[in-house]
C-alpha cells in the first residue's frame, strides 16, 4: 500500500516504518470526514494535508495510533477555527453569486416608472376636475410652501381655515379618483 503523504526533500532515506504509514492513512480517511461534516466542504482535504504535514514534521517521533489520533484531531480543530475565522473575514459566509442575484442598480425600476406615471396622470386628471381653491391649494403645497404661508397667499382668516379646506380638497380628489387612491384593479380587495 502506498502512502498519499508525499516524502519531503532531503528526506527520502528518513522513511518512516511501514505501520506508522497505515495509522496515518487511515488517520487521513478520518480527518478528512470529521473536517467535512464540520463544514470545510471542499478545504476538507486542504486541511487533512495540513494536519498531517505537521504531524510529519513536528511529531515525527509518535508512532502509535493511541498518540496521533487525539493529536490530529486537536490540530484539526485549530485548523478549523482559523479558517472559519480567515473565511468570515474574508467575507465568503455572506457571498452571493453574481448571475444568480445581479448587483442592484441605481437605473429606475421600469415597472416602478410606469406605476409612477400612471398615478401622476390620474392625480393630474383628478385635480383638473376640482374647483379653483383646490386647484390652488394643491399647487401650493406641491411648491413646498407651509401652511401658515398659504393661509397668507389664499386670505384665509385663520389657519384652521385652510386645514379644513385641505382635507376637504383631499376628500374631493379621492372621490374624483373613484374612491381609491391606487389604479383600477389594485390594491387590497
Not at 532531503?10 to 518512516?16: R, S
Not at 478528512?32 to 498531517?52: I, K, P
Not at 379644513?164 to 374612491?179: F, M, N, P, V, Y
Request: with cysteine.
Amino acid at each position: 500500500m502506498t502512502s498519499a503523504l508525499p516524502i519531503p526533500d532531503g528526506e527520502a532515506g528518513d522513511v518512516a516504518a511501514p505501520g506508522r504509514l497505515e495509522v496515518l492513512a487511515r488517520l487521513r480517511e478520518r480527518i478528512v470526514a470529521f473536517a467535512a461534516s464540520r463544514g470545510a466542504g471542499a478545504h476538507a482535504e486542504d486541511l487533512a494535508q495540513e494536519v498531517l504535514v505537521l504531524i510529519h514534521t513536528k511529531y515525527g517521533h509518535l508512532e502509535r495510533a493511541e498518540d496521533l489520533v487525539p493529536l490530529a484531531f486537536q490540530i484539526l480543530r485549530f485548523k478549523l477555527g482559523a479558517h472559519f475565522r480567515k473565511a468570515a473575514r474574508r467575507g465568503e459566509f455572506d457571498a452571493v453569486d453574481v448571475d444568480a442575484f445581479p448587483p442592484a442598480s441605481n437605473a429606475p425600476d421600469p415597472a416602478a416608472m410606469l406605476e409612477r406615471k400612471e398615478l401622476l396622470t390620474r392625480l393630474m386628471g383628478g385635480i383638473s376636475r376640482l374647483g379653483e381653491r383646490c386647484r390652488e391649494l394643491f399647487r401650493l403645497k406641491l411648491e413646498g410652501r407651509s401652511f401658515p404661508e398659504i393661509q397668507g397667499l389664499m386670505g384665509a382668516a385663520t389657519l384652521n381655515t385652510v386645514y379644513t379646506w385641505d382635507h376637504r380638497c383631499r376628500k374631493q380628489l379621492l372621490e374624483a379618483l373613484g374612491g381609491r387612491w391606487e389604479g383600477p384593479g389594485r390594491g387590497a380587495s
